[in-house]
């Protein structure tokens, strides 16, 4: 997530998909890890203003059905500030037009 919060999209998005494919099937920290890499994957297509929407938008409803689920344990999704993170995408999606000024970063929704 830091490599994503300086800029380095591709290899944020590289990493997240390593831990997404180790994290247990079905797993809240799964859905979470699908939804920043689709945010990572929306910023590096910042030049492509429809894709990045596309992207930000199913991170969106990935962090959605992410907030419907119960938390049960102590991991990783359930301290991490979902609400935040949904919050910021939208007000992004708001925006009359995106342009690569407008790229998310996770330390914005308060995780450091």
């Known amino acids: 997530m830091a490599l994503n919060d300086h800029g380095y999209f591709w290899e944020s998005q590289e990493i997240l998909e390593a831990v997404w494919a180790a994290a247990p099937q079905g797993g809240r920290e799964r859905i979470l890890l699908r939804a920043c890499i689709l945010i990572a994957t929306a910023n590096l297509r910042m030049h492509k203003p429809h894709v990045a929407v596309r992207l930000f938008g199913e991170a969106l409803g990935e962090l959605e059905g ?10 990783f ?10 919050g910021l995408i939208t007000a992004k999606l708001e925006q009359p037009q995106l342009a690569p000024a407008y790229w998310v970063a996770f330390a914005a929704a308060g995780r450091t």
């Not at 999704?77 to 949904?86: E, K, N, Q, R």
Request: aromatic share 4%; proline share 5%.
């Open 66 to 75: 992410l907030s419907m689920r119960n938390a049960g344990s102590d991991g």
């Open 77 to 86: 999704a359930d301290s991490f500030p979902v609400a935040a993170l949904a």
